[in-house]
């Protein structure tokens, strides 16, 4: 057994509110540099910059994990994440047609441009990531993310906006892989999920800031969500 980190929420240039430099090359380098050996791609609510990450991390000789901040319809944040690439892409397509939300003005917002491995534009998204929401409540979207064979996990529920507490002023029953915290909360608040820490990086010098460390024989999907089901993990604040 060895001990492994991991980061599983961060941005790409897909993502409006993050960074241009930011480019799933660029992630993987510096997620690589930053000592971890899980790393999970997890723009808002697509996953159109999965392909080039993949090749980028196998390239940094780190673990990709593909994933979505989805926005349900509650307008809490949660994350999906997957295994594979495809995986995520598809079920990236599926939420992107099931967000409702204003067309995209990048003079407001910034860019969210998806690449490929080259790092050269492949082409932008016409409706605004960040805002708006999908036609998912919290209900459904953690049926439809074990039907992909995801995990689910709410993110930065500590958080006022798009939290779950500042959404909702309680932590609904699940079932969750896992809680996303932004610093330690009572055992009180996040009652029986596993609590995991994670950057929500947006610009490359964030990426793992915050990050978790799991035992396990190899730095794996499988090895984490056995992690994760054991309540085997250890946040790092």
Excluded at 43 to 54: E, K, M, V
Aim: with cysteine; net charge negative; charged share 20%.
């Amino acid at each position: 057994m060895a001990v492994f980190r991991a980061d599983l929420h961060i941005h790409s240039c897909l993502s409006p509110c993050g960074d241009l430099s930011s480019s799933p090359r660029a992630v993987a380098r510096v997620a690589k540099r930053a000592g971890m050996d899980l790393a999970a791609l997890t723009d808002h609510n697509t996953a159109r910059n999965a392909p080039a990450f993949d090749t980028a991390c196998r390239n940094e000789g780190i673990t990709p994990l593909f994933g979505i901040e989805v926005t349900t319809w509650e307008e809490v944040h949660a994350l999906v994440i997957f295994p594979s690439a495809s995986t995520a892409w598809n079920a990236g397509e599926e939420i992107y047609e099931r967000l409702s939300s204003d067309s995209f003005d990048a003079e407001s917002f910034g860019d969210q441009v998806w690449v490929n491995e080259h790092e050269e534009i492949e082409g932008t998204l016409e409706k605004l990531l960040i805002l708006g929401a999908t036609d998912l409540s919290l209900d459904d979207l953690g049926p439809w993310c074990r039907q992909r064979g995801g995990l689910f996990i709410p993110a930065h529920i500590d958080r006022t906006a798009f939290g779950i507490l500042g959404q909702l002023g309680f932590l609904p029953e699940g079932p969750f892989d896992g809680v996303e915290c932004t610093k330690p909360l009572p055992v009180e608040t996040t009652g029986p999920w596993t609590v995991i820490a994670s950057s929500d990086a947006h610009h490359p010098d964030h990426i793992g800031r915050r990050h978790l460390e799991f035992d396990g024989s190899a730095p794996s999907f499988d090895d984490l969500c056995y992690a994760l089901g054991a309540g085997d993990v250890r946040p790092v604040f």
